[in-house]
């Protein structure tokens, strides 16, 4: 088995062909995909078409495959394997309300958030619905010396849904409410593989910045986001029956797309690689 490996950008994605993932891989082959995965964050494996089971084989590759928070959303004789399903999705003045529709990292606000996200197409719409990704690396490494300088060490309450969210979140019971964590975490994180520094933001999910009056810590948090979302920081996924994505949640952020017809049927298979807590880029 020979890895075929074509960046997709300068900084960030990687398209590989050449294996098979209906079948087991090697060591050597497991360490080749780990050590792409660290460097480049998104990779992507067209034609694939995996089933639920071998789907779960596949992320084993990078870790344990973890529970799914949304228990609404997991098939029933795969409950590792959840789903994104058009058919799930309210619609407003004739767009449907996807969840993920802005730039973000999954469960921010857990003690230890997902190492990884992975995403399987079983059937797309003829236009639109593409995932975006945006390299929050290269994004810090490009800002200037005082700002680094000035966020190195701040830190933020991320919750189920900050009171300042640009997108919706489900509505839970006070009972449900109680179980979803809230942690503190570090605007500035390193990679636990690469060493690499990075931005660590969910608008979503942030609820301002420890020791700053509340509008000055939300424009602060704006400020670094609309830099870090930037075209030039971005690879669009214009997903196709088969592909398979997985994406690093320490390395970049990602957003869904509402841009389909409606009428039309999208879904996705899903899992979630566990993570350790968020380490800070400085001490």
Sequence with gaps: MELILRPITPNFGLEITGIDFSKPVNAQVKKELNDSFSQYAVLVFPNQGLEPAELIQFGEIFGRVMEQQLKDFVLPDFPLVGYNSTKDLPSKNGKLQVRGENYHTDHSNDLAPPRATSLVAVQIPSYGGDTQFVDVRQAYDDLDVDLKNRIKNLRSLHVHGSSRSPRSFAKLSPEAAALIPRTIQPLVIRHPDSGRPALYLNTGRMEGI??????????????????????????????????????????????????????????????????????????
């Design 210 to 283: 420890e020791g700053m009056a509340q509008d000055d810590g939300f424009q602060l948090i704006e400020q670094l986001y609309l830099h870090a979302t930037q075209a030039k920081y971005e690879y669009r996924h214009q997903w196709r029956v088969g592909d398979l994505v997985i994406w690093d949640n320490r390395s970049v952020m990602h957003q869904a797309n509402a841009d389909y017809d409606p009428s039309e049927y999208r879904y996705l298979y899903r899992i979630m690689i566990a993570g350790s807590p968020i380490e800070p880029a400085f001490i």
